[in-house]
């Protein structure tokens, strides 16, 4: 069983920027992915990114430039750094761990808020 816990949402302006960290416990593996997908009012979860010592980092193609994606697999954490955040990612960010045959483990989600 892995629990993830997650960190360092909120609310910021347009243009600025955010970190937020997810911290897990239990057992894991560094080849499966690792990271954070993202949900809006109304809109379905959808990916953010991902990171694992086989496929390396994966964006949404929002993410692409403005995020940056980082894992400690000593530590068992992975952060996301936020850049340049407009309204359009506002949304509840969860941290994700992924096993094969569609095993997800996710936190309970952190609120980000972008004002405009």
């Known amino acids: 069983q892995v629990q993830l816990v997650e960190s360092g949402g909120g609310l910021v302006q347009a243009g600025g920027s955010l970190r937020l960290s997810c911290i897990a416990s239990g057992r894991m593996f560094d080849f499966r992915p690792m990271g954070w997908y993202r949900q809006a009012p109304g809109k379905q979860r959808e990916l953010v990114a991902t990171?694992?010592?086989?496929?390396?980092?994966k964006y949404g193609d929002f993410a692409r430039g403005r995020f940056a994606i980082s894992r400690d697999y000593d530590k068992k954490t992975v952060s996301l750094q936020m850049n340049r955040l407009t309204p359009d990612d506002t949304a509840v960010y969860y941290c994700?761990?992924?096993?094969?045959?569609?095993?997800?483990?996710w936190g309970r989600g952190t609120q980000v808020t972008v004002s405009s």
């Open positions: 990171v694992s010592t086989i496929d390396g980092t």
């Open positions: 994700s761990y992924s096993l094969p045959a569609d095993v997800n483990y």
